[in-house]
């Protein structure tokens, strides 16, 4: 059976963007008869806001999608993220990095190449560690790619189905990313494995710009022994002036074009559905 979601984080209001994100993906749950989930992504409580997550619903149903529930809402399944934490915790797959973002900057630009995302350290000696803990320093647990790839023997292994072709999974592009942080119990990436995982995804339909995330997930899936879907990317939606959209181009938000009176079908049409 195929099983797709779209999965928002209500950090703000969804714009064109998210709308043909959830289109598209609801209309390749109904070619294949398939079944379409929607997963409120709000592990992050420091942006996540409830006025937005309202607002998804309704933009949702307003652009007439329709969706099963009961809807995962991320912050009410901490423990099946913290579990999985603490078992590649348990297997030396995580360190903990006490870096500000000052520090990691400093020694990103330092660094021969790579962006910040990139950044690959390793824990600090156990000293050192026990110091720093015991000055209640704030410190984020990362993944240790290192770790993870003596314990896999290599990421030659993994690879993934996208887009139509079979991909060898390159996670060091994502660096040693932050599974978690003081106030954040659960990053995305770990988050979003995990759910996809149990709630039995079997294609992750996307946008473009998450072509990155399937590399580092496809490792997540590796460690924590659970499934790989099959992963499609899809093109971005481009504001007036080119650029993709983001949240903070408020006047592309679903919830203003539908105050300023333009019908759900006329952004349907416009974004090339039905
Ligand atoms: N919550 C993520 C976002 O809004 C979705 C990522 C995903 O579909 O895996 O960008």
Redesign the pocket.
Known sequence: MFVT?????P?GYLHRG?AF?ALTAHAAARAADGRFLL?I?DTDATRCRPEFEAAIFEDLAWLGLSWESPVRRQSDHLADHEAALARLEAEGLLYRCFRTRAELAEEIAGAPHGPMAAFRGGPLSPDEEARRLAAGEPFAWRLWLDAAERRLGGFGGLSFEADGRIVQARPEIGGDVVLARKDVPVA?HLA?TVD?AIQGITH?I??E??IE?AHV?RLLQALLGLPTPVYRHHRLILGPDGRRLAKRDRSETLHSLRERGMSAQNVRKDLGFD
Request: no cysteine.
């Open positions: 979601r779209f999965a928002p984080s950090t998210h994100s997963r992504e995305y979003a996809d992750v996307r946008g710009d998450l995330a997930q």
